[in-house]
């Protein structure tokens, strides 16, 4: 089964220099319907406004990975780790038993667009970390490449839980698909573009629950660039 979720079903908040719009329930926005699916809890999808964003806040329990898709994000934490998030940059951030952190547009005049995905992580108390690697174009381009898993296959960072995020860049008429084995479940989110999810075309910011289906079977339409996640 495959249900849809339109992009301008999400939540949606305007504080100025944030435009966010959320997939799942998140801060002031609740949605029973869906607040998270299996282990995937948030995917907001952020506008920053130059030189504007998140003053230092704590986090627990929790891994979050942020992909940025224009513009760039500067990131300073209270474990003393600080670096800049470009487009085809993902990082992980386990926020294990307690991190503070900042995060800002490293631009004074341009916008910064970028996804930010929490997760469950398998348990709670987990030491804090950062991780984070670069996932060039070509890479992705016509096919799911894994960004995020469990046990850091194929370079991919490391998060603690049963789960894996691919990243593809689709062209009109390119095809990708993954298998799903029995008993997982798939979440598929477009970040911009159109693709179409068995036969069905998705738009940028719409997202999809695949439930005892054995495959996620996408083509390209328009610029697709998507995530998939595979979970348990």
Known sequence: MITVRKAHERGHADHGWLNAWHTFSFADFYDPAYSGFRDLLVINDDTVAPAKGFPTHGHRDMEIVTYVLDGAIEHKDSLGTGSVIRPGDVQRMTAGRGVRHSEFNHSPKEPLHL????????????????????????????????????????????????????????TKGEKASLELAKGRFSWVHVARGEVKLAGQTLKAGDGAALTNERAVELEGVDGGEVLVFDLA
Not at 137 to 155: I, Y
């Open 115 to 170: 996804l930010q995905i929490w997760i469950l992580p398998e348990k709670e108390g987990l030491e804090p970390s950062y991780e984070q690697k670069t996932f060039p174009a070509e890479e992705k381009r016509g096919k799911l490449r894994l960004v995020a898993s469990r046990d850091a296959a194929d370079g991919s960072v490391r998060i603690h839980q049963d789960a894996r995020i691919y990243a593809g860049l689709l």
